[in-house]
């Protein structure tokens, strides 16, 4: 398979990072989900639960290893750190800053391993006024003037049935990213740390509406 051999470390939850790295995973990447004491993934016990478990964190996880981890301790970060040391890929989904405060931010990883690629997804990017706000795909899609485009004329603005932004701007485009910044190290640059945005990713789905 195309990314046989390519080592990924998954450190987000939900369904935008997942997502992205179940399509690394169905590409043959080594995906290991790196979750947090106590339970984890949240999507774990998100119905329908079939035996107990979840079948949609089954449906995005799948092809993947999980081991957990508690990076706040000194023995967790430097697991992650020594993982990090031997992985081509880091994906995370921490709010701008979180990874830096635990040590374990772009200038610490890449001095450890300088082939790796990184990349963050947030709702927003690592900077700018929005930078630190919380979010879902409903105020990512709203920002980017998605919802505008989608209801009655003359009523209010509708949901999509299509989580675009969390899908669009923090799977497929982070993946088309990632797989970029490997063929790059390939070439023999160094890795590079990719800040993905769902709501940058999701206004780039309007291009024909605007």
Not at 108 to 123: D, E, F, Q, W, Y
Request: glycine letters at 16%; one cysteine or more.
């Amino acid at each position: 398979m195309p990314l046989t051999g390519v080592r990924v470390l998954d450190l987000t939850r939900l369904l935008p990072g997942p997502f992205c790295t179940m399509l690394l995973a169905d590409m043959g990447a080594d995906v290991v989900k790196v979750e947090e004491p106590g339970g984890g993934d949240y999507l774990r016990w998100t119905p329908p639960l079939a035996g107990g478990q979840s079948a949609l964190y089954n449906a995005i996880n799948r092809n993947k290893r999980s081991i957990t981890l508690n990076l706040k301790s000194p023995a967790g970060h430097d697991l992650l750190l020594g993982l990090a040391e031997n992985a081509d890929v880091l994906i995370e989904g921490n709010r701008p800053g979180v990874m830096a405060r635990l040590g374990l931010g772009w200038d610490a990883l890449h001095a450890r391993n300088p082939k790796l690629v990184m990349c963050s997804i947030t709702g927003y990017g690592q900077d700018g006024p929005f930078a630190s706000r919380a979010g879902h795909d409903l105020n990512y899609m709203a920002t980017a003037g998605a919802l505008g485009l989608n209801g009655a004329i003359d009523g209010p603005p509708e949901p999509l049935s299509v989580q675009v932004a969390d899908i669009g701007g923090g799977g497929l485009q982070p993946a088309g990213a990632i797989l970029g910044a490997l063929v790059a190290v390939g070439r023999g640059e160094p890795g590079r740390w990719i800040d993905a945005s769902m709501m940058d990713g999701a206004v780039s789905w309007l291009a024909l509406a605007l």
